[in-house]
């Protein structure tokens, strides 16, 4: 399974913090996006923003980035801490 | 010698007295100390970014912020601003390094972040704690919503490309 977290923006569009996905046939960040787009308008929207960014295993990370059964990866807004 | 690194994500408010009491704790090395702590605004920054109609409420006021929700990602905060400092320390000759950033409902005028450095010399320590300020607002996942009047909904804060312009100086 991969786990797959949504924060800020994102959390609220969706209107859910996070899910867990089989990770068979999913080799990359991109393609665990498009088939997250998969499940509705509001996902297709919410996920084709270009802005978003991706950490992969708590670390920011790329679209293209690999990924595999145990990682954990999340989606986000650009930060505004500080 | 290793440079002594101390992180805290939380939601408790912090003393910025007692974070400089804890840098200088018999530390009598390090003649430096610089300190930067960011506060909560009473009001939207928009008019700032060139935007001055965005930020005015209906009677032509400026748009008035009564509570900063931040977000952030358990985990990573913590990792990402320790990698941060750690970067900092590589580039400079640093005695100690200490980050707070707290999470949660924050009011007006309450104090969301604290860097602070210490080293020999003071361009180091000051240099250092601008680079930390630079890379935590890109690269630390936090999130900013303002709160005007209770039972808004609130706005989330959009990420200024200032911000990631910032960090090609260094």
Known sequence: MIKVLFFASLREQLQRDGLEIEAAGLTSVTQLRSKLAEQGATWQSALSNEQLQVALNQKLSTMD???????EVAFFPPVTGG | MAVDISVSVQAEGFDPGVEYSRLRNENYS?????MFVGNVRDFSPTALLGFPEASLDETGGRQSVTVLELEHYPGMAESALTDIARQAAARWPLG?????HRYGPLNAGEEIVFVGATSTHRQDSLDACAFIMDFLKSRAPFWKKEVGEPGDLGTWVEARSSDEKALKKW
């Open chain 2, 30 to 34: 390090d003649g430096a100390t610089s």
């Open chain 1, 65 to 71: 980035a690999a990924i595999q059964d145990g990682d």
């Open chain 2, 96 to 100: 100690r390094v200490r980050i707070v």
